[in-house]
């Protein structure tokens, strides 16, 4: 919001505002029915493995979503947990250990056969979907997904603001952006080409949870646990700029409670400290974030719908402007016209990825029992 309103200022920081911590909070939602998901895979993968492929291994994901939110009540009393380093070497450790996992046991799976049908269009109509209309909305769905992927500007301005110093952070996060965009178009590249010349049409919206693989199953068991290690620090992550808005926010209403402000040292060192106005607000809102995943445990239908609403503005649309606005950009020039094309584009990609999302949810809802969701 700072970046917008030193650049564009009037109703456009408060655009920005809105679209960052909704999808801050929509991102904390995600994550917990993502780790779910990983969580109750592990126990249907050793399931599967003893009881047979054939076995009803089905298992609510209720319990584990409430299990990760009790975890994150716990980390979010932890002081400047964004702020340490081994959190970082952490989540790209087990990212790049899932994502490899992945990418070779769809690898080994095509190579091995018998592959999924597969034909360049990616369906044959009346086969596996009801109509061509049902395509074009998954297949929109999908560019949600994607933009989900790539869905970490809103927390790029505050990681940059945690970078040591010299060289300066923004030369720092430039070569962090190439390094981090490259390597993950990378992974994606391969998880989605192979994971469809594996299954063809039966690919699962999660390779590592939707068992297109059973074995070896402690492989699969493995992947999962690092990606529900990754997001419980992700969670953290991508909710600080929440506790802070608030905090802030909190302190500068009340600059005399002891409530909000004072702080409740309990290591002799003084390293861990709680305060109640902390204690209270983070628990209320991992409490709130837990509640709302578990009332709508659509893996595929909400990521998409979360990345199609945050990817245009804070992705595309305030970055551009602000550039046109530094760097004086001629109105009408070529540059400006090419700059402004992108952002149309990705306008409509974002709005139709939108309403596809939607549409899943809808149709999701159909037949949702509330909180007896089973993977």
């Known amino acids: 919001m700072e970046a917008v ?5 009037g109703w456009q920081v408060w655009f920005c505002g809105l679209c960052q911590y909704v999808n801050l909070v929509g991102t904390a939602i995600g994550y917990t029915i993502t780790a779910s998901i990983s969580a109750a895979a592990v126990y249907k993968s050793n399931c599967f493995h003893k009881n047979g492929h054939s076995a009803d291994c089905g298992v609510f994901t209720t319990m584990y979503m409430v299990v990760f939110g009790v975890s994150q009540i716990f980390f979010s009393q932890l002081p400047n947990l964004h702020e340490m380093a081994w959190l970082s070497i952490l989540a790209a450790v087990m990212s790049f250990s899932y994502a490899t996992i992945g990418v070779g046991l769809s690898l080994a799976q095509t190579i091995s056969g018998p ?8 369906t044959v109509v009346g086969v596996d979907v009801v109509d061509s209309s049902q395509k074009v909305w998954l297949t929109l769905q999908a560019l949600g997904n994607i933009a989900f992927a790539y869905s970490y500007s809103m927390v790029l301005i505050e990681i940059q603001d945690t970078v040591k110093a010299p060289p300066a952070e923004n030369k720092t996060m430039r070569k962090a952006n190439l ?4 390597t993950t178009t990378a992974f994606y590249m391969l998880c989605g080409c192979l994971g469809y010349s594996a299954f063809g049409n039966a690919a699962p919206g999660n390779m590592l949870t939707g068992f297109g693989f059973y074995e070896p199953f402690w492989l699969i068991d493995f992947a999962n646990v690092c990606i529900v290690v990754h997001l419980v620090g992700a969670y953290q992550v991508y909710c600080q700029p929440i506790y802070a808005a608030v905090e802030n926010w909190a302190a500068a209403r009340w600059p ?3 409530f909000v402000l004072r702080e409740y040292p309990v290591l002799a060192n003084g390293k861990f400290s709680v305060n109640m106005f902390r204690l209270v607000w983070r628990t209320a809102f991992v409490v709130v974030s837990t509640v709302l995943a578990i009332s709508l445990p659509f893996f595929n239908d909400i990521l998409g719908l979360l990345g199609a609403l945050g990817f245009w503005p804070l992705t595309v649309y305030f970055p551009v ?7 004086k950009v001629e109105r009408f020039s070529r540059k400006w016209l090419l700059l402004q094309s992108i952002s149309v584009l990705c306008f409509v990609v974002s709005a139709a990825a939108t309403v596809a999302s939607i549409e899943g949810i809808t149709l999701s809802l159909k037949n949702y029992v509330p909180f007896k969701t089973k993977l």
């Open 321 to 327: 402007e602000m550039y046109i606005r530094q760097s």
């Open 5 to 9: 309103e030193s650049y564009l200022g």
């Open 115 to 122: 592959t999924g049908k597969t034909t360049l269009g990616g």
């Open 179 to 182: 390094l981090g965009v490259s």
């Open 256 to 258: 005399r409670s002891g």
